[in-house]
């Protein structure tokens, strides 16, 4: 902007001169018109900057690395033309706080609207969300600003990429699991509920033929054992950090998003938790499908790095010991709580920090695909 | 801190990937107004338009080129036709050399024309036949233009803005025309459409142009052409007055269509040392033409005809400036003296020097056309300087004269034939006489010489006889009324010059008007010429060795060698008048009588309407106006600038409890304005007024704000980024509370005046 008065200026002073210079009338006008045509722009964006109105489009979800544009609508229910609307708009990602101001502007007819593009992109998973943070009316020559109400805001999820993961789950031997469901979409291994009665193919456990029906039918028929779903599982993302990394904060993520995805695949209903810094309390969501999944992840996202108390401190005060049968913990550093968190069912750590704890599992942000890809919990 | 190669983030404005057809034509049109504002400074300070055929080549080819390139955007193809271009010119470098070299040499030698009409500027010349290169020229330049234009346009519009109103007001100085509106008026529209957003571009295009059209329509019905050329000349006169004079002026500069310069101060206008005691006639400003009670320095264009001979003249070594001391110099056995100026209080655009000046000092350039006077350089001329001259002229004019004629000498003939062609090119301009003075006093003149025959076939000795009798009849005792100036300077040296130089042109001597100080100096004095010895007098041109002053103006001779019996003699004729000068063998007005007329012409000048400083001239005030106007809007943005980013920095610093503290104290800056003014007080007193201001959620959050900022103050616990977030909320809070509740003026002093936000 200040260079763009300096021009103006220059442009001013020399028009003046040359006015002079050359006894043009022509140049004489132009040389008055850079002085005028402000301040009589100035009065008309005055009677305007009121009823000026502002919103902002985004599309819902984009991928990480990809290019999508995001639009600022301007309505002018006015009669007068606007030379120049400057909106300063802010992208954030809230996630792990990455942020991005820029600048943009556009003319808009009388009774018209207008809509101004911008292009964003993350390279990293989160929720970025888009403000305009101020918006003025300005002349022609862009010199005098007039502020108009600037409220629109709007965000979208950037999606984490997952990788494909292993997950087994190992029955807790200390814990008694009262298995109250089983899972229609895939066999399990507990032989006291037939998942499916089928016929033979090489391969079947002898155990699992069904001699009675085999005799009946005359060929080999065999039974496939239920799949017991639990809900007790859980999976705790530890916010609390002191010097955030963006991508450490975005190797978590996808490591905490893959393992949801694998076991929600295996039919396991758990519960996501997590610490948020502004309530600087412990939030917990029941996962039950991919939907759930999917509608989680704009508030996970929300969740940046909190400094203070750790999330498992928070955790421990917020549930008693012993609810949940699994609990798999993705941190970024161990907390003196952290460890204190197998009262609460059997513990799993996934960190990305450098200290790597009994019942812990390290990946780091540029190789964890590769070593969370078989994972025993 | 946050690497840089870790932010992942990235925001800006959308990138048009597609180049649509409205894209395309708003391109091509500022590339074509640029390429033809470009195309008209290059022939402001070229003379381009003289070569008809290669300005319209230049036209056709800068115009389809801005075209083509603006189709090669529209199928993303731009980057195709730079190698092209470049691989062209390299085919026409090659195959086509001699007729490029010679269109060039044309073009080179209008440019030489026009510099040396322009700015007096002499360049050598290139060899060009015919025009049988200009094709070729024009299409090249017009490339060369188009594609500057169109990549300006497209990279750099600000730029290209600034760029073009530089270079329109260096070519305005070099060669003012009313073309150079359209690179001008091509930089404001480049300025209203400098966007990266096209929509916006036609909306401030189009009320820019929409209101400029109004505003200049309203101007070119209303305000005469008058008063807008008026307002040029005296804008013209105050930058003159600006650049070269130090308070009131002193000399009219041949201006005498108004009331004359009149001081009767007797301070110091130049201080003079020479070495020698002798009379110098310092001339600064030299009359060449008159008209409408104006003289004037020979105009650049009428020299500029003859900017050969002027080449080949400078070559030889030879300016009219120091002609008698380049002819002292063919003879030999003269003696030199030096003389320091010091410009107090004169007009600096002139060197004040006399006619024995030597070449070497005389501050006359090989490359530079200067028919009559010697200007100075520099943007506020030379206030000191120091030269050498003859001395002793006086018994060295006659035996030159006498050389001259006698010597046989390769040298001398050069010098001579030299001298020659200068003497015609005087004669071409110095005998001109204005039809009005003519008309006024023809009859006069004419029955002066009539004893001698018509006044076109007078000798050299009866043209003299007869300007002198003239004058006696005109500024005699029974002094003739109907004189040219006698409105604006009746019975004045400047008169009188102005007179004696017609009159003698009348009868076929060149003859001109110079002004200047007549003083005596003593050996190795400084010496103080005041405006007592500011005047004018006539020179006239003595075959041989050059102009040459002559002392018929009242109240110079005396200060010269006294009269002959044989009459007038030019300086330097000696005390005895031995010389071959001129020679005026009648009538010479009686010393006390000219006194006399001089202590008359004294009362009768007119005491009001003196031309004084700028103070008088409402242009000067105009632009000082304007000026100051315009520095003062700078220098509030820069100041505004300065404060928003300082405060900018102290409220991102690295130590958050300052950074908190300073948000605080911020906000209570923004409060003041408010009517919540804390005073020597504590913030929490302002809890409660605030809250019923601004709404009680206000109130309490100041109050939260207040206790942070006092453990930012004095706890040794850091607040954490929340509370410097929730900080930076409450100030922004407060300064939209501060917007939404001040009125529009108010406003504008807190922005612009307390820069408060």
């Given at each position: 902007?200040i ?13 003046w001169?040359l006015?002079?210079?050359t ?5 004489l ?17 005055l009677?305007?900057a ?7 489009r985004?599309?819902v979800?984009?991928?990480k690395?990809q290019?999508e ?9 006015t ?7 400057k ?8 996630l ?23 292009t ?6 989160g929720?970025v969300?888009?403000?305009v ?11 005098i600003g007039?502020?108009v ?15 494909p ?8 031997a200390d ?5 109250e469901?089983y ?13 499916q009665?089928?016929?033979y193919?090489?391969?079947d456990s ?5 001699w009675?029906?085999?005799q ?13 779903i639990t ?8 916010r609390?950090e002191?010097?955030?990394a963006?991508?450490?904060?975005d190797?978590e993520?996808?490591?905490l998003v ?8 295996q039919?396991?209903q758990f ?12 939030m917990?969501q029941t996962i039950?499908?991919m939907d759930?999944?999917?509608?989680l992840?704009p508030?996970?996202f929300?969740a ?6 750790s999330?498992a ?5 917020s ?8 609990l ?6 161990i907390?003196?709580?952290?460890q204190?968190l197998s ?11 450098r200290?790597?704890?009994e ?13 969370l890809?078989?994972l025993?919990? | 801190m946050r ?6 983030l990235y ?10 057809a409205a ?17 008209e400074l ?10 008809r055929?290669g300005l319209i080549l230049?036209l056709?080819?800068?115009?389809l080129?801005?075209?083509a390139?603006?189709?090669a ?10 190698p092209?271009l470049?691989?062209?010119?390299l085919?026409?470098?090659v ?10 040499g ?9 510099w ?16 049988s ?24 519009p ?26 001008a ?6 300025l209203a ?7 916006q ?16 329509a ?16 005296q ?5 003159h ?5 130090r308070g009131?002026?002193i000399?009219p500069e041949?201006?005498?269509s108004?009331?004359?310069p009149?001081?009767d101060?007797d ?5 003079v040392?020479s ?7 310092l ?8 008209e409408?009670?104006?003289w004037?320095?020979?105009s650049?264009?009428?020299a ?12 030889s070594?030879f300016?009219?400036?120091?002609q ?8 030999g056995g003269?003696?030199t003296?030096?003389?320091?100026v010091?410009?107090?209080a004169g ?13 070497e000092?005389?501050g ?7 028919p009559?006077d010697t200007?100075?350089s520099g ?9 050498l ?16 004629q ?8 050069a010098?001579l034939?030299?001298e020659s062609?200068?003497r015609a090119?005087v ?9 009005e003075?003519?008309?006024?006093l023809?009859?006069v003149l004419?029955d ?11 000798t050299k ?15 005699g005792?029974?002094?003739?009324a109907?004189?040219p100036?006698?409105d ?5 040296q ?12 009348y009868?076929g001597?060149?003859a ?20 007592a010895?500011?005047g004018?007098?006539v020179?006239v041109?003595q ?5 040459l ?7 110079l001779?005396?200060l ?11 300086v330097g ?5 031995e010389?071959d000068g001129?020679r ?5 007005t ?9 202590d008359q012409t ?12 700028l ?9 000082l106006?304007a ?18 980013r300082?405060?900018?920095?102290s ?13 605080f ?12 003014r ?12 605030a809250?019923?201001h601004l709404?009680?959620a ?7 704000m ?7 103050l ?13 900080m ?23 922005q612009?005046?307390?820069c408060?936000?």
């Amino acid at each position: 902007m200040i260079g763009l008065k300096l021009l103006w200026l220059l442009l001013t002073a020399g028009l003046w001169l040359l006015s002079l210079m050359t006894a043009s009338t022509l140049l004489l006008g132009a040389a008055c018109c850079m002085i005028l045509l402000p301040l009589i722009v100035l009065t008309f964006n005055l009677a305007a900057a009121k009823r000026i109105k502002l919103s902002v489009r985004l599309p819902v979800n984009i991928r990480k690395g990809q290019e999508e544009t995001a639009e600022i609508t301007v309505e002018n229910p006015t009669r007068i033309p606007l030379c120049r609307l400057k909106c300063c708009v802010r992208f954030r990602n809230q996630l792990n706080g990455e942020e991005q101001v820029c600048r943009i502007s556009c003319g808009v007819l009388p009774k018209k609207t207008q809509t101004m593009s911008l292009t964003f992109r993350s390279a990293y998973c989160g929720r970025v969300r888009m403000e305009v943070l101020s918006a003025h009316l300005y002349d022609c020559f862009g010199l005098i600003g007039v502020p108009v109400k600037a409220d629109a805001h709007g965000a979208c999820v950037v999606q984490p990429d997952m990788f494909p993961q292993n997950l087994v789950i190992l029955p807790a031997a200390d814990r008694t699991e009262e298995a109250e469901d089983y899972s229609n979409e895939r066999p399990g291994y507990d032989l006291s509920e037939t998942f499916q009665i089928r016929e033979y193919v090489p391969g079947d456990s002898q155990r699992q033929i069904h001699w009675k029906l085999s005799q009946k039918f005359d060929r080999l028929i065999v039974r496939d054992p239920s799949l017991p779903i639990t809900r007790t599982a859980a999976v705790f993302w530890e916010r609390t950090e002191e010097h955030p990394a963006v991508r450490k904060t975005d190797a978590e993520a996808e490591a905490l998003v893959s393992v949801c995805r694998s076991l929600l695949s295996q039919s396991v209903q758990f519960t996501v938790c997590w610490n948020e810094a502004e309530s600087g309390r412990c939030m917990f969501q029941t996962i039950r499908d991919m939907d759930d999944l999917i509608g989680l992840l704009p508030r996970l996202f929300t969740a940046k790095a909190s400094q203070g108390e750790s999330g498992a401190s928070l955790l421990l005060q917020s549930t008693q010991a012993g609810c949940f049968s699994h609990l798999i913990c993705v941190t970024d550093q161990i907390y003196p709580q952290t460890q204190a968190l197998s009262s609460l069912g059997q513990l799993t750590i996934l960190t990305c920090g450098r200290d790597v704890p009994e019942n812990g599992i390290r990946f780091d942000e540029s190789d964890y695909a590769h070593q969370l890809a078989e994972l025993v919990v | 801190m946050r690497q840089k190669d870790e932010i992942g983030l990235y925001a800006g404005p959308s990138r048009e990937t597609r180049c649509g057809a409205a894209h395309v034509i708003s391109r091509f049109a500022f590339s074509a107004l640029v390429f033809l504002s470009l195309t008209e400074l290059l022939i402001t300070v070229s003379g381009f338009e003289q070569l008809r055929m290669g300005l319209i080549l230049l036209l056709a080819s800068g115009l389809l080129l801005c075209g083509a390139f603006a189709a090669a955007s529209y199928f993303r193809r731009e980057s195709v036709l730079v190698p092209v271009l470049l691989a062209l010119l390299l085919l026409v470098c090659v195959f086509c050399r001699n007729q490029m070299m010679n269109g060039f040499g044309t073009a080179w030698n209008e440019m030489r024309s026009l510099w040396a009409s322009a700015k007096g500027v002499l360049l050598p010349m290139a060899n060009a036949e015919g025009q049988s290169g200009m094709w070729l020229v024009g299409c090249l330049l017009g490339c060369l233009l188009a594609a500057a234009s169109y990549l300006l346009v497209k990279h750099a519009p600000a730029v290209c803005a600034a760029l073009l109103m530089v270079l329109t007001v260096t070519a305005c100085l070099f060669r003012a025309g009313p073309w150079l509106a359209i690179p001008a008026v091509a930089s404001v529209l480049l300025l209203a459409a400098h966007s990266g957003q096209r929509r916006q571009s036609i909306v401030s295009l189009l009320s820019c142009v929409v209101f400029s059209a109004l505003v200049i329509a309203v101007l070119v019905l209303f305000v005469p052409s008058s008063a807008v050329q008026g307002l040029s000349d005296q804008s013209m006169e105050s930058i003159h007055h600006w650049r070269y004079e130090r308070g009131q002026e002193i000399l009219p500069e041949g201006d005498l269509s108004q009331p004359l310069p009149n001081s009767d101060s007797d301070a110091a206008i130049l201080k003079v040392t020479s070495d020698t005691a002798q009379t110098l006639y310092l001339r600064g400003f030299v009359g060449d033409t008159y008209e409408r009670e104006r003289w004037a320095t020979l105009s650049s264009e009428a020299a500029a005809q003859e900017k050969d001979l002027f080449y080949w003249l400078h070559q030889s070594g030879f300016y009219p400036q120091s002609q008698l001391a380049l002819a002292a110099r063919q003879m030999g056995g003269f003696e030199t003296g030096t003389v320091r100026v010091q410009n107090v209080a004169g007009c600096s655009m002139y060197r004040y020097a006399p006619c024995t000046i030597l070449p070497e000092t005389a501050g006359t350039q090989k490359n530079t056309l200067q028919p009559s006077d010697t200007r100075t350089s520099g943007w506020n001329g030379e206030r000191s300087y120091s030269y050498l001259t003859l001395t002793h002229i006086q018994t060295v004019l006659p035996a030159l004269l006498d050389f001259l004629q006698t010597d046989q000498s390769a040298q001398t003939s050069a010098y001579l034939q030299a001298e020659s062609a200068y003497r015609a090119f005087v004669r071409s301009y110095a005998l001109e006489v204005p039809a009005e003075f003519r008309a006024q006093l023809g009859a006069v003149l004419d029955d002066c010489c009539s004893q001698y025959g018509t006044a076109d076939s007078l000798t050299k000795e009866e043209a003299q006889v007869s300007a002198l009798a003239f004058l006696e009849q005109c500024f005699g005792a029974d002094r003739y009324a109907s004189l040219p100036l006698e409105d604006t300077a009746p019975g004045t040296q400047y008169q009188y010059a102005t007179v004696a130089a017609l009159a003698l042109r009348y009868y076929g001597i060149p003859a001109r008007y110079a002004e200047g100080y007549v003083v005596s100096v003593n050996e190795n004095e400084v010496t103080d010429v005041d405006a007592a010895c500011a005047g004018a007098w006539v020179e006239v041109y003595q075959d041989g060795v050059g102009w040459l002053p002559l002392e018929l103006t009242p109240g110079l001779e005396s200060l010269s060698a006294e009269q002959t019996e044989d009459g007038v003699k030019p300086v330097g004729t000696g005390a005895d008048g031995e010389g071959d000068g001129l020679r005026v063998t009648e009538g010479q007005t009686p010393q006390e009588e000219l006194d006399a007329q001089d202590d008359q012409t004294q009362e009768d000048q007119p005491k009001g309407g003196q031309r004084t400083g700028l103070v008088t001239k409402p242009a000067f005030w105009i632009l000082l106006l304007a000026a100051l106007l315009l520095l003062l809007i700078a220098a509030m943005v820069l100041r505004r600038y300065l404060i928003l980013r300082k405060r900018r920095e102290s409220f991102t610093q690295a130590d958050r409890s300052a950074a908190v503290g300073c948000l605080f104290a911020d906000a209570a800056a923004l409060l003041e304005p408010l009517g919540l003014r804390r005073g020597c007080g504590s913030m929490l007193a302002l809890c409660g007024p605030a809250g019923e201001h601004l709404g009680t959620a206000y109130g309490e959050e100041l109050r939260e704000m207040v206790m942070l900022n006092a453990q930012s103050l004095f706890s040794s616990h850091t607040p954490d980024e929340a509370q410097l977030a929730r900080m930076t909320r409450f100030h922004e809070q407060t300064r939209k509370e501060l917007l939404a509740h001040t009125k529009f003026l108010k406003k504008i002093q807190l922005q612009w005046l307390k820069c408060l936000f």
